[in-house]
């Protein structure tokens, strides 16, 4: 199982761009790179899975390079609702395995 | 996307009770269900596997006595905690694979597991 490294913690404005990046050296080929975001008293919720390159939906988008060591995670014009921890994670999901979550980023969005 | 419930949401008993938590998969059966706990602000544990059918595969360092879990169809895993203590008190989380969507994992909601 990959391990991943995210920043601790973030603080930014409504309405800006947040980037949170996470390294993982020693991902595996069949790994592919998924980002949960998790609120208070709640269970995580998927927000984002790529393989390589870029991936973009509706909340997010997933920026992965070449070497698909790190995974950056960007969070178009954020509101006062983004803040939340996120977590990075790194599995295999062509078959069933488990998940190990790191420590997450706390993202703080102030007004 | 899948749903995964949790029942109860939130739960308060007494020193030395047993208190059982339910996981389903509401529209997708799940072979292979997952156990997290969470302690106020901490990321989540792993605590065990639930395998449909099989004993399930605890992490190093969960009582297998103590957190009892069973997984008697492909919509339900159960965890039981035997003889609850203050230390318990803590949030469980579980999660459920969807073999139609590439083992995707779907979080359930959560319990809150308070011992007095």
């Known amino acids: 199982l990959a391990k991943t490294t995210q920043p601790i913690s973030m603080d930014s404005y409504e309405g800006q761009e947040v980037n949170i990046t996470c390294s993982h050296n020693?991902?595996?080929?069949?790994?592919?790179i998924t980002w949960y975001q998790q609120f208070p008293s709640q269970g995580p919720r998927f927000i984002i899975q790529?393989?390589?390159t870029k991936v973009t939906n509706e909340v997010a988008s997933l920026f992965i390079p070449a070497d698909r060591k790190s995974s950056t995670l960007s969070l178009p014009r954020v509101s006062l609702s983004d803040t939340a921890v996120y977590y990075c994670l790194v599995g295999d999901t062509s078959s069933a395995s488990k998940i190990i979550f790191g420590s997450g980023t706390r993202l703080s969005i102030r007004p | 996307g899948a749903v995964v419930s949790q029942h109860p949401s939130w739960v308060i008993c007494k020193s030395g009770t047993s208190v059982k938590i339910e996981c389903r998969s509401l529209?997708?059966?799940?072979?292979?269900m997952f156990w997290y706990r969470q302690f106020p602000k901490q990321s989540l544990m792993l605590m065990a596997t639930?395998?449909?059918?099989?004993?399930?595969?605890?992490e190093q360092g969960v009582e297998k006595d103590k957190f009892l879990i069973n997984h008697a169809s492909l919509t339900l895993s159960t965890l039981t905690v035997t003889s609850a203590h203050p230390e318990d008190s803590s949030f469980y989380i579980c999660?459920?694979?969807?073999?139609?969507?590439?083992?995707?994992?779907?979080f359930g909601p959560g319990t809150r597991l308070t011992v007095t």
């Open positions: 529209d997708f059966q799940a072979t292979t």
């Open positions: 020693n991902i595996a080929t069949n790994d592919y």
């Open positions: 639930s395998n449909e059918g099989s004993k399930a595969t605890y």
């Open positions: 790529g393989y390589k």
């Open positions: 999660s459920a694979e969807d073999r139609r969507s590439s083992y995707e994992q779907y």
